[in-house]
């Protein structure tokens, strides 16, 4: 069984900045990627970004040069920077590992 908890979601004002992580824990296949999700009221989940075990990154088009996916060398802990935030990256945050999930973290983006 693997478990995926999120955290460092809150509230922030745009141009602001946060870092969310993600600890994996369990039964946990290391050599897989992980990525971030995001969901918005009322809209679908989106993939933000991945990341491969060499530490090869993808980003979406919305987040690209704002935001910074990293790994843990011991491969069990994924990061998000997310620098200059804007209202529109305001959603729930969730972590992936294969076919497991997070329960997400808020962000917030709001003066």
């Known amino acids: 069984q693997v478990r995926l908890v999120e955290s460092g979601g809150g509230l922030v004002q745009p141009g602001g900045s946060l870092r969310l992580s993600c600890a994996a824990s369990?039964?946990?296949?290391?050599?897989?990627?992980m990525g971030w999700y995001r969901q918005a009221p009322g809209k679908e989940r989106e993939l933000v970004a991945t990341?491969?075990?060499?530490?090869?990154?993808w980003y979406a088009a919305s987040v690209k040069g704002r935001f910074l996916i990293s790994r843990s060398s011991s491969l069990d802990t994924m990061y998000l920077r997310m620098n200059s935030l804007e209202p529109e990256d305001t959603a729930v945050y969730y972590c992936?590992?294969?076919?497991?999930w997070g329960q997400g973290t808020q962000v917030t983006v709001s003066s």
């Open positions: 990341i491969r075990t060499d530490g090869g990154p």
């Open positions: 992936k590992l294969a076919h497991n």
């Open positions: 369990g039964d946990i296949f290391r050599v897989d990627a």
